[in-house]
């Protein structure tokens, strides 16, 4: 997809990750502007955006260092906490329902995987929503069910079917 360019979000892209976001999840998801940006100050590198070479965006990531087995309060600015094992945390990662199936999202896995790698995180969290666990686990995610009852109470703020995915940085599963 040489067609299409990542870059580190901006004020100015807000509108865009909004109508993505919008489109991709139910309302009970939809994170403010103050929400992303926080993320995106904590780590401007790791937050980005594809565009088409026309300057439309298709998608968006917001991705920052985090705890392991540990996941940020959803609708909430991040309260910058401390951890022995810090894992490269992708809080959300969406593709405008229209670009789905054209390689967006492993266009942005690969950008985090090296990302990961540059930065020396072992390890790559998320939060599996909407039945996407299987998704995840094509691009090498591993779910983990030994989660601590903090994690589960958090977890379930996410949706019924929320589970906590890991996958190791030297694993490379791209659609």
């Given at each position: ?5 990542i ?65 940020p ?62 998704f ?10 030994n ?13 019924a ?8 940085t ?6």
């Amino acid at each position: 997809m040489s067609d299409l360019l990542i870059s580190p979000i901006q004020t100015q892209h807000l509108a865009a990750i909004q109508i993505i976001q919008q489109a991709a999840y139910p309302p009970h998801f939809w994170e403010s502007d103050a929400v992303f940006l926080a993320k995106q100050q904590y780590s401007p590198d790791s937050c980005v955006l594809v565009q088409t070479t026309d300057q439309q965006t298709v998608a968006y990531v917001f991705a920052h260092p985090w705890p392991a087995a540990q996941i940020p309060t959803l609708h909430q600015t991040l309260d910058l906490m401390s951890g022995t094992e810090r894992v490269l945390y992708i809080h959300d990662l969406a593709v405008h329902p229209q670009w789905h199936g054209q390689g967006v999202a492993s266009v942005l896995m690969q950008y985090l995987e090296n990302y990961a790698q540059q930065h020396s995180f072992n390890k790559i969290a998320l939060v599996a929503v909407q039945g996407a666990q299987a998704f995840w686990q094509r691009l090498g995610f591993v779910t983990q069910s030994n989660i601590s009852p903090q994690l589960a109470i958090k977890l379930a703020a996410y949706g019924a079917n929320a589970v906590y995915m890991m996958k190791e940085t030297n694993q490379t599963h791209f659609l």
